[in-house]
């Protein structure tokens, strides 16, 4: 049996980014509750355990306690954020309750680098999310780094293989987080780098065939990154038990339709349908302006037209979506402590009681690990490249109410950043780069005339997974090209406007 770590869960937004670091450096792990009992841990047989973050206190009346024998299996334990806090408190230390939250970049010093600092440098930086801190480390603990705002920042007790962290390694706002992940699977665990995408491509394969049986699929193909792939994963698993189904629901992006259907003729052999739903969306969107009512509608439209389909196709058990794992994290969450960000269109838009029973075989996966499995499954660079689209389309780019005059706007506009962006050679450098419509005009001047006309807003984000984002510094010439392009060849255009806000505290869609 292959190494494998387990991660105990105490409802941190980034515990399945902890899950996918350790992917990244070829280790098999799973993620479990964090109450499961001592006899579970040791059936799973890991060689290291994790314990995630979570927005507890260790100090509140029902704060979440794993087995106390956690801390004694002479397995290394790895406790990151409120998994440090806890191991300080279940271990005899102090921890000290918040009165304000340290949240964002900080400088960690490093004073021990033997193991789980090996190879790093004295200082490097860290992101931090906490409230509570250690004050006093447990018996025998040592300090391993500090930050100003948190001395004990790191702890360890060698003998017994524990070890703290109190910010956060796996988020990419931690440089060198790897690293330190890397030292405790390797240094500490003694894991070896056996996982591969290849493993994960055979057992989903498995799975899929296991669970669908003779039933048959529907697919929703959007042309974008995970349906492309979700479509070829159930293809490869059940073949013509699929059928796809590709919507127009009118939000779609300018020549979208047609290049999505050409794809799919030329490099798939799979049964795909074509529905023009386009007026039914628009008329149920005319005058809602709630960007929450507006995503609601749009995946609850989504699925009556699949019902219709599926109606004429006879009978489907099953719906195969690309849902992935940032998107159930910020609709839902797996313990129920995180908060709701967005009712994204894969999952909270979703009606209650549906009519198939949904197959996500990308769930726990992040856009990269997606595309990688797109690629070692033959799908072609243009499919796994492009850059993301979200499910409800320009509907959330489109601030405010959507009609079809700002949905020409709109497309115009976007097709010329998508352009001026992909001979910049940017289009595949950037995680994504789109324009975005505001409900607003401006006053403005053409020729000797007055206008009065909308707002476009630029966006552009780098990001490794959608999760944290950064905007990107696009230059000047290139940013001036798409202004003056816009307001000369769009109508009803008179100002364009760059948006310079990373996520968080923003998000990278405006709705
Ligand atoms: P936000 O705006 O939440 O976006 O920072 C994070 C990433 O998710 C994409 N996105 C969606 N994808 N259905 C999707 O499939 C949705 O409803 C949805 N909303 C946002 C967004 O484009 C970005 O890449």
Redesign the pocket.
């Known amino acids: 049996m292959e190494d494998r770590i387990l991660i105990l869960d105490f409802g941190s937004q980034y515990t399945q980014l902890i899950a996918r670091r350790i992917r990244e450096l070829r280790v098999y792990s799973e993620i479990r509750p964090y109450h499961i009992g001592v006899d579970e841990i040791e059936a799973f047989s890991p060689k290291g355990i994790i314990l995630s973050g979570g927005p507890s206190s260790v100090h509140d009346s029902d704060a979440p306690l794993c087995a106390a024998e956690v801390f004694q299996l002479s397995i290394p334990v790895l406790g990151i954020c409120y998994g440090m806090q806890l191991m300080a408190y279940m271990c005899g230390g102090d921890v000290e309750k918040a009165q304000k939250r340290e949240y964002g970049k900080a400088s960690l010093v490093i004073v021990d680098h033997s193991d789980l600092f090996k190879g790093l440098p004295d200082g490097i930086q860290v992101w931090m999310s906490h409230g509570d801190k250690v004050i006093a480390l447990p018996p025998g603990f040592t300090i391993l780094a500090g930050t100003e705002n948190s001395p004990y920042a790191s702890m360890a007790h060698r003998k017994r293989g524990l070890y703290g962290l109190q910010f956060h390694p796996e988020v990419a706002h931690t440089p060198q987080g790897k690293v330190i992940l890397s030292n405790f699977l390797f240094n500490i665990c003694r894991c070896k780098p056996t996982w591969t995408m290849e493993a994960f491509l055979g057992k989903s394969i498995r799975e899929i065939r296991q669970v669908v049986g003779e039933e048959r699929v529907l697919c929703a193909l959007s042309g974008g990154v995970?349906s492309s792939v979700v479509a070829l994963l159930v293809y490869r698993a059940v073949g013509d038990q699929l059928t796809c189904i590709f919507v127009d629901n009118g939000l779609l992006r300018s020549g979208e339709a047609k290049r999505v259907l050409d794809t799919f003729s030329r490099h798939f052999h799979i049964n795909v349908r074509f529905v023009d739903a386009s007026e039914r969306f628009l008329d149920r969107l005319r005058g809602i302006t709630d960007p929450e009512e507006k995503?609601k509608i749009i995946g609850e439209e989504f699925i009556r037209v699949f019902e219709e389909e599926a109606g004429k196709l006879g009978h489907v058990r099953y719906l195969a979506q690309g849902t992935l794992y940032?998107?159930v994290i910020?609709s839902t969450s797996v313990m129920g402590p995180s908060a709701t960000?967005?009712s994204?269109?894969?999952v909270g838009?979703l009606p209650e009681h549906l009519p198939f029973t949904l197959l996500e075989p990308l769930r726990e996966l992040f856009k990269d690990e997606v595309r990688e499995l797109g690629r070692i499954m033959g799908l072609p660079w243009e499919v796994v490249g492009r850059q993301?689209?979200?499910?409800?389309g320009l509907a959330?780019r489109i601030v405010g109410e959507v009609n079809e005059e700002r949905l020409r706007i709109l497309r115009e506009a976007d097709a010329i950043v998508e352009e001026e962006v992909r001979r910049e050679g940017l289009y595949y450098k950037i995680?994504?780069s789109f324009a975005v419509l505001l409900p607003v005009k401006t006053v403005g001047v053409m020729g000797d005339e007055r206008t009065y006309e909308y707002v476009v807003a630029i966006r552009a984000v780098e990001s490794l997974d959608?999760m944290t984002?950064d905007w990107v510094k696009l230059p000047y010439a290139l940013l001036e090209r798409i202004s003056n392009r816009v307001i000369n060849e769009v109508e009803g255009v008179n100002r364009v406007v760059y948006d310079i806000s990373s996520?968080p505290p923003s998000?990278?869609?405006w709705e």
């Open positions: 995970d995503r940032p998107d910020e960000i967005k994204h269109h894969n838009g993301p689209f979200p499910g409800p959330v995680w994504q959608g984002a996520k998000t990278i869609e």
